[in-house]
């Protein structure tokens, strides 16, 4: 649209100053200006109708196609009006073929088709010339001048291909077992959380992937011993069945060696979210909330599990149904059996590691000393004087 525009201008105001000789320019009859305005108003149409055709990416490709071919249309009804072959020079149709696969990618075979109508349109240029009864120059001349339009749309494919290949390299990427990324919800410390739609089923989920330093280091021998602790955690984690502790639904690692954990997603808001943005909350929504967490933890630790970074992130605030004000417990990705009845630990903590957030944690943890549920009800107690 700004180019159709610039176009315009140049033609009446700056080509009348520089008196350049007849073969040096395409000539601009007036019929030029009701064709580059009638492609500024395509323009805007495009550029308006472009955000809902994104819904649906075959129909923004069939979209820019079409509006690939209106502007070759334009350009070849301009340049072919008083037909003439400019020695040396290139129709600009050749320009919109080459970048048009590089701002609107689309599969191979639709690229060349767009290509090759557009690259067509110089020589309809040609025919309706000729319907006026203008007179044209020799075959063989315009076979040679516009040989290059169908070139270039044969090139145009190249950029197609790469630009496939590369968008389905990226979406393999984001395939996580039998759900599919989408955009980022949030970052922490061990890993990325991000919004995830499962391939067959409606329903919508969390992912979040872990950091590369909690996936087991770089060996092959270090990755299996990683990817056993993160079985055991997320085994524990999907045992646990109280409506306040977040659901587990799958878990995996990627071809790269990336461990991650696909779970339910919450709308709402974490506590230490809500108390920054609303202030302290009243003792008695305090106490509501904090019973929840105690009938998540009750059942880990019945189960011999330990949490070990109780804090404000990790208590979720959310509407469930009717409920609101309804507690979930996220991130048992710390989980560590109680010490005194079992010594296996799981991924996120290698022996002589101290897990947890220092405000919140419990001097057990510093220490060599064993740890059991006691230590969730310290940190739950800090949390609550933060709230």
Not at 91 to 117: E, F, N, Q
Request: glycine fraction near 8%; charged fraction near 15%; hydrophobic fraction near 45%.
């Amino acid at each position: 649209m700004v180019l159709l525009t610039t176009v315009i201008i140049v033609n009446h105001l700056v080509l009348p100053w520089l008196h350049l000789a007849a073969g040096q320019v395409v000539p601009w009859p007036p019929v030029a200006d009701i064709l580059a305005a009638a492609c500024v108003l395509v323009s805007a149409l495009v550029y308006r109708y472009a955000p809902i055709a994104c819904k649906r990416p075959e129909t923004l490709v069939d979209l820019g196609i079409g509006y690939e071919v209106v502007l070759a249309f334009a350009i070849g009804v301009i340049n072919q009006w008083e037909p003439q072959v400019l020695a040396g020079r290139l129709s600009w149709i050749c320009a919109l073929v080459l970048l048009h696969p590089t701002i609107v990618p689309g599969p191979p075979h639709k690229i060349l088709i767009g290509s090759l109508l557009a690259a067509s349109m110089d020589p309809v240029g040609l025919a309706i010339a000729r319907l006026r009864g203008v007179e044209l120059p020799p075959m063989a001349a315009l076979i040679w001048a516009y040989l290059p339009n169908y070139i270039c749309a044969g090139l145009a494919v190249i950029p197609s291909h790469v630009l496939s290949r590369l968008s389905r390299q990226v979406s393999r990427a984001r395939e996580m077992g039998s759900y599919r990324l989408g955009a980022l919800i949030g970052q922490g410390g061990r890993g990325d959380v991000w919004h995830a739609r499962h391939h067959l089923l409606a329903r919508p989920a969390a992912i979040k992937l872990m950091k590369a330093e909690q996936s087991g280091g770089g060996g092959v021998s270090d990755f299996k011993l990683g990817l056993r602790r993160f079985r055991r955690e997320a085994e524990a984690a999907a045992s646990l069945r109280s409506p306040h502790t977040i659901q587990l639904y799958d878990f995996g690692a990627t071809a790269d060696g990336q461990f991650y954990l696909v779970m339910e997603l919450l709308d709402g808001i974490d506590l230490e979210s809500l108390v920054r943005r609303f202030g302290p909350q009243p003792p008695r929504r305090v106490i509501h909330l904090l019973r929840q967490a105690c009938h998540s933890l009750a059942e880990a630790h019945a189960a011999g599990l330990v949490h070990r970074d109780i804090k404000p992130a990790n208590m979720h605030m959310c509407r469930l149904g009717l409920e609101y004000d309804f507690v979930k417990v996220l991130d048992f990705g710390l989980v560590k059996h109680d010490s005194r009845g079992a010594s296996a630990q799981t991924l996120l903590s290698g022996p002589g590691m101290t897990s947890g957030t220092p405000a919140f944690m419990a001097p057990e943890l510093t220490s060599s000393e064993p740890i059991d549920g006691r230590l969730d009800l310290y940190s739950l107690g800090s949390r609550a004087t933060s709230c």
